[in-house]
């Protein structure tokens, strides 16, 4: 079956400092993997995907992900962090490829400090 | 366009009264999809439908929810009756794909006291 976890529950950085956002996968197929972004009082929106093509995945807003498959990862990054970041953000897999449903972890709450 | 709509945006209501969510998905999508995200359980698919037929319903939690397509540019989710554990952020959310890369509403907050 396939599942995330997503470690750590609420992540706080600098303005300007790294962004780094963990997520490690369980899948018995090659999995699918999506990084969702949740402002305050919003719906989720994509941020990238993973889909079997390039390794290095790059998506909006500057964040980008690297699938590892030997750790079994796909932890999203942004080399500087915006006020305007702060939010929570969930990795998902999905159970059926490109159209299949997914499973979401818990989320991870991003601060950034002024 | 203007979005996936979901009315109200909060709702409170007593245990044991019926209560009625409602979506408007964006237009030319043809998959629609209810999740609902509480503290305990995170982000859960409910029910998601194509083509106003619901494809898989496994995720409603008991007989107490059901939801509705009628046509293709609106959809009802209804708890009758309610209970204070169904608080929690109901969200629709509408692709012409499947659900990987929906566009999710704002959400509708319930509270049920």
């Known amino acids: 079956a396939q599942s995330v976890t997503q470690l750590g529950s609420h992540v706080s950085v600098s303005e300007g400092a790294l962004v780094l956002l963990r997520c490690n996968y369980s899948?018995?197929?090659?999995?699918?993997l999506f990084w969702y972004v949740q402002y305050p009082n919003q719906g989720l929106q994509l941020l990238l995907k993973?889909?079997?093509?390039?390794?290095l995945v790059k998506g909006i807003n500057g964040f980008e992900a690297e699938f590892k498959k030997s750790e079994t990862s796909f932890h999203l990054t942004k080399p500087s962090a915006h006020m305007s970041d702060a939010a929570e953000y969930f990795c998902?897999?999905?159970?059926?490829?490109?159209?299949?449903?997914?499973?979401f972890g818990k989320g991870t709450k991003l601060s950034v400090k002024p | 366009d203007a979005g996936v709509i979901q009315s109200p945006r909060h709702e409170v209501t007593e245990m044991g009264q019926e209560v009625t969510l409602r979506c408007k998905p964006i237009?030319?999508?043809?998959?629609l999809f209810w999740y609902r995200q509480t503290m305990m359980r995170g982000l859960e698919l409910l029910i998601y439908?194509?083509?106003?037929?619901?494809?898989?319903d496994s995720g409603m939690p008991e007989d107490r929810f059901s939801a509705k397509m009628p046509n293709a540019s609106f959809s009802t989710l209804k708890i009758q009756p309610s209970e204070p554990r169904d608080s929690a952020v109901y969200f629709c959310?509408?692709?012409?794909?499947?659900?990987?890369?929906?566009?999710f509403g704002q959400g509708t907050r319930l509270t049920v006291v």
């Open positions: 237009s030319g999508h043809d998959y």
């Open positions: 998902a897999v999905s159970v059926g490829g490109s159209q299949g449903n997914l499973i």
């Open positions: 899948s018995s197929v090659p999995p699918y």
């Open positions: 439908f194509n083509n106003n037929v619901p494809i898989d």
């Open positions: 993973y889909t079997s093509a390039a390794t």
């Open positions: 959310a509408s692709n012409v794909r499947g659900p990987t890369e929906a566009f």
